[in-house]
């Protein structure tokens, strides 16, 4: 029996947080920088590309969404792959491929070029998306996770403040040679992480899944405060891997596609749910398209000037990475569902007064100043509010809900919806926006964040606290009396 000074130190040290554990969270979640800068940068790059190569609306569609719809490929298959060759060379994997498209972009001479550079890195980018979060929940110590796996949404919104800030500085630059700048730039962050990859360890949980109990003991000593802390995380895996009757040395994710889609348990349809849920409203929030196409809406609002277009994207950019940064903080004091719960909300509002400031403005011929400052404030707390919930709880949610066996091929499928829906929208938001107007896009993206505040009330239970090891129980049946408030309350540190 341990004293109560003893217990109150062992709960202290678990309560830190460890400098190594976050290294390799800050190394892993360096790969969503990719996906980031793509997005903030293309958003400027595209206003070149269209004047350099004359290319229509359609293809303006064609080419944003070309990543984001073959990340999808990259997505499906990051979960077997990471399965299989291991989280660490997942992320090389990752790094590697987008790599190759950054350069295929910046060096393509004609559209179908281009195209087809978005197609590599867009795969690329799906498998960054997928490993960066399960490799960091599954490294993380249960009393930091949410703040550590919310970092893969504050490099993704450092990434693309970084490309607003590009776009900035090389405007002024020939349209044939700035745009093929801002996007062979990619190809830096993609050769930072392949290179910060050498000081990563592998994920003690995938090195048990492989049998490999002594490499998992040395990682989780590294990434524990006490080799107490490390040893009850090493049981607790262990045992969570030996109660599961096809878990061998040889185990490779086979199985896993079936056991998710073909007969799934009640708790793993539940994860599933919320999982695929999650990352649904993620992306039919609208929020890769309005940052994409954000020159576009403001210049239909009255800003024609590119360095003007480009300063009002820098200041949403700078407003994301704030509240990010708040959300990361305080994910782990107050939860999942109150963060997320605010930051829907808030968008929905957000996007209400975004639509009634674009309705004005179409139906208007002086463009008052007022209602476009309306606009742009409506936008900034649009990715506000997205930086506070959906934003980093999609990641961290889709990676720590499902059980070690389904984790990777899980979470994968998650993200390949959240790929799914992204590339849908980007592909056919001027589109619908053409036929219903900026502002009518607006009104029925509020809509949709009302129907997920619904979705995430009822179906979402609250994980803070929680170890990865436990997660099963919050979606097994429970008494119809039981609501989330009282399961948070039997939640306890570990």
Same mark, same amino acid.
């Given at each position: 029996m341990e004293s109560p000074e003893i217990q109150s130190h062992h709960q202290a040290s678990v309560g830190r947080l460890n400098k190594y554990a976050l290294l390799c969270a800050l190394l892993a979640s360096m790969t969503s920088v990719l996906l980031g800068y793509d997005i903030g940068v293309m958003s400027g790059a595209v206003l070149f590309i269209r004047e350099n190569l004359k290319i229509t609306s359609i293809q303006v569609e064609i080419l944003v969404g070309t990543l984001n719809v073959c990340s999808l490929i990259g997505s499906l298959a990051s979960g077997k792959t990471s399965d299989y060759i291991g989280r660490r060379y997942t992320i090389v994997l990752a790094a590697t491929t987008f790599l190759i498209g950054a350069i295929a972009m910046g060096l393509a001479p004609s559209f179908p070029g281009l195209v087809a550079g978005r197609i590599v890195a867009g795969i690329g980018v799906g498998y960054s998306l997928m490993i960066s979060p399960v490799y960091t929940a599954e490294i993380s110590p249960t009393m930091k996770r949410g703040l550590l796996t919310s970092l893969p949404e504050f490099f993704i919104v450092m990434g693309i403040l970084i490309g607003y800030i590009t776009n900035y500085a090389l405007s002024g630059l020939p349209n044939n040679l700035n745009w093929r700048i801002m996007l062979g730039l990619a190809a830096v962050p993609a050769i930072a992480v392949g290179f910060g990859v050498i000081a990563m360890p592998e994920s003690p949980r995938w090195l048990v899944t492989q049998g490999k109990l002594e490499e998992a003991k040395r990682v989780l000593i590294?990434?524990?405060?006490?080799?107490?802390?490390?040893?009850s995380r090493l049981a607790e895996i262990t045992?969570?891997?030996?109660?599961?009757?096809?878990?061998s040395k040889n185990w490779h994710g086979q199985?896993?596609?079936?056991?998710? $889609? /073909?007969?799934?348990s009640k708790p793993v349809k539940r994860m599933l749910i919320a999982a695929i849920g999650i990352n649904f409203f993620m992306q039919a929030s609208g929020n890769d398209a309005v940052i994409y196409y954000c020159p576009e809406v403001f210049k239909s609002a009255g800003i024609h000037s590119k360095k003007q277009l480009f300063g009002v994207n820098v200041i949403m950019g700078m407003a994301k990475t704030s509240f990010v940064l708040v959300s990361a903080v305080y994910l782990d004091k107050f939860g999942r569902r109150p963060l997320l719960l605010l930051g829907t909300i808030g968008m929905a509002l957000s996007l209400a007064v975004l639509g009634l400031g674009s309705k004005f403005l179409e139906h208007?011929?002086?463009?008052? $100043? /007022?209602a476009i400052v309306v606009c742009i404030v409506a936008v900034c707390a649009f990715v506000s509010f997205f930086s506070i919930g959906l934003g980093p709880i999609t990641w961290v949610y889709s990676s720590e809900i499902f059980p070690l066996r389904l984790r990777a091929q899980g979470t994968a499928l998650a993200i390949s919806v959240n790929r799914l829906v992204s590339g849908v929208l980007s592909m056919t938001f001027l589109s619908i926006s053409e036929k219903i107007s900026f502002g009518g896009m607006f009104f029925v993206l509020a809509g949709i964040m009302v129907v997920g505040v619904v979705f995430f009330y009822l179906l979402l239970p609250e994980t803070k606290g929680k170890t990865l090891e436990e997660m099963v129980a919050l979606f097994e049946d429970k008494d119809k009396t039981v609501d989330t408030s009282q399961m948070e309350m039997r939640v306890r540190p570990t």
């Open positions: 590294k990434v524990s405060n006490t080799t107490q802390e490390a040893e045992k969570a891997a030996n109660s599961d009757p096809t878990n199985g896993v596609w079936k056991e998710l $889609l /073909w007969k799934p208007s011929d002086s463009k008052p $100043l /007022w």
